[in-house]
């Protein structure tokens, strides 16, 4: 089953606010990925991360692989309304294994 | 990245019947995957999509009611066979590249609605 916490389920901020979720993991994982959902479309890749401490940006964004493998980060900064939507982290344990999904991160940004 | 297509976007089925969901991408990929998500759900995988063989199917997945084929490196399909309401989902293909760090990417999902 699902091995992943990601918190919190939503996020209701205003514009300009800076933006954090995480994920959990029970396991070691060797990869992290984000992704954004927008209503009606698939996942879009943020960011990548495959090593223990690494910290990525991509614009606004930044994401962490967590110092004990078992976690992740990620922050939006400046927040701005094309920010809304569902931020999922996914990670798996090996090289060959499946990706696993945390349950979702609903970002709502108010003018 | 791989340029993803999914055909359709969208369909209105009637419970009983299959429909067949279809994944072009404009690149060879090693390997390809489907995923359902139900409503207000993350994404949970049915299977990887072998080329050349049988798909693998994750636990709670059966092929008789997820058959899916991969005739080559560029293209799959998914079936939704003997639909019910609970099978309306949005299904995704994803892709992962040859020397890309194990980085998946997503299609545009087909919306299922069974009535």
């Known amino acids: 089953g699902q091995q992943l916490n990601q918190s919190p389920q939503s996020m209701f901020i205003q514009e300009g606010e800076d933006v954090s979720m995480n994920c959990t993991s029970s396991s070691i994982f060797n990869t992290w990925l984000w992704y954004k959902q927008d209503p009606g479309e698939g996942p879009v890749l943020l960011i990548a991360?495959?090593?223990?401490?690494e910290l990525t940006s991509n614009g606004r964004l930044t994401a962490q692989f967590g110092i004990t493998r078992k976690d992740s980060f990620l922050n939006i900064s400046a927040s701005i309304p094309s920010d809304v939507g569902i931020y999922f982290c996914?990670?798996?344990?090996?090289?060959?294994?499946?990706?696993?999904f945390g349950a979702g991160t609903q970002v709502v940004v108010t003018p | 990245s791989a340029v993803i297509s999914q055909k359709p976007s969208r369909d209105i089925c009637q419970r009983g019947t299959s429909l067949t969901i279809q994944c072009q991408v404009d690149s060879q990929v090693t390997m390809m995957f489907w995923y359902r998500q139900q409503p207000g759900q993350s994404l949970t995988l049915i299977a990887t999509a072998n080329q050349g063989s049988e798909a693998t199917y994750e636990s709670g997945f059966v092929i008789d009611k997820f058959p899916i084929s991969r005739p080559n490196l560029t293209f799959s399909t998914l079936t939704v066979s003997n639909m019910s309401p609970e099978d309306s989902s949005i299904y995704l293909c994803?892709?992962?590249?040859?020397?890309?760090?194990?980085?998946?990417?997503f299609g545009p999902g087909t919306r299922l609605t069974v009535t």
């Open positions: 991360l495959y090593k223990a401490g």
């Open positions: 994803s892709v992962e590249e040859p020397g890309a760090q194990n980085e998946q990417y």
């Open positions: 996914a990670g798996r344990t090996d090289s060959w294994g499946k990706l696993q």
